[in-house]
């Protein structure tokens, strides 16, 4: 099993200021298949980036990801007052399972 | 409207069953897999298995083998996740989670359910 682990736990950030999240991979993850989420206290996780760096339907353009094997990096490039949140990485090239990270916080300066 | 609407919380004691359902509409129901993800109080997200609507076919995460039973009713588009023999550590929101596609390399989840409480108390 691939285990994931992000990094910082927390980042604490004003708006305005550039967001970058790591996510770090056991093994590395077969054609980057690596997704990103946001989660916000009390709702579902939502969809940011999918293959290590495609954006989905409707994410703004401040949100990039990059990083290839074991290594992944979610940058926002500036920050608004609602990405403030949890987020989450997500391999899903290991058949047949798949695995979360355990999440980094961004939170208000 | 395509949508998964999951049924409402539940409150069990230990040792009992639960049965959570996944109601999807606006797509095609046995045209894709659907996933069971759950999220214990102010902890991170945790990958339980899937189902294969089409074929019934499943797989469960191995901390989940045993105790997890993942069914469908294609007649009315609904995935059911029963995980039995509940501890106080299950207390968690389960979620329903559909992928991009069936392939592999669209296993990242672009529709989910709002989530169902399953608490367990004695």
């Known amino acids: 099993e691939i285990v994931l682990t992000q990094s910082p736990g927390t980042l604490s950030l004003s708006p305005g200021e550039r967001a970058t999240l790591s996510c770090r991979a056991s093994?590395?993850?077969?054609?980057?298949?690596l997704a990103w989420y946001q989660q916000k206290p009390g709702q579902a996780p939502r969809l940011l980036i999918y293959?290590?760096?495609s954006r989905a339907t409707g994410i703004p353009d401040r949100f990039s990801g990059s990083g290839s094997g074991t290594d992944f990096t979610l940058t926002i490039s500036r920050l608004e007052p609602e990405d403030f949140a949890v987020y989450y990485c997500q391999q899903y090239g290991s058949s047949p399972h798949i695995t979360f990270g355990p999440g980094t916080k961004v939170d208000i300066k | 409207q395509v949508q998964l609407v999951q049924s409402g919380a539940e409150v069990k004691k230990p040792g009992a069953s639960v049965k959570v359902s996944c109601k999807a509409s606006g797509y095609t129901f046995t045209g894709y897999y659907m996933h069971w993800v759950r999220q214990a109080p102010g902890q991170g997200l945790e990958w339980m298995g899937w189902?294969?609507?089409?074929?019934?076919?499943?797989n469960y995460a191995q901390k989940f083998q045993g105790r997890v039973t993942m069914t469908r009713d294609t007649s009315i588009s609904t995935a059911y996740m029963e995980l039995s023999r509940l501890r106080s550590d299950d207390t968690a929101v389960y979620y329903c989670?559909?992928?991009?596609?069936?392939?592999?390399?669209?296993?990242?989840?672009?529709?989910w359910g709002r989530g169902t409480l399953v608490t367990v108390s004695s």
């Open positions: 093994q590395s993850v077969s054609s980057s298949y």
């Open positions: 189902i294969n609507p089409n074929s019934g076919g499943t």
């Open positions: 293959g290590a760096s």
């Open positions: 989670a559909r992928p991009y596609s069936s392939s592999r390399s669209g296993w990242y989840f672009d529709l």
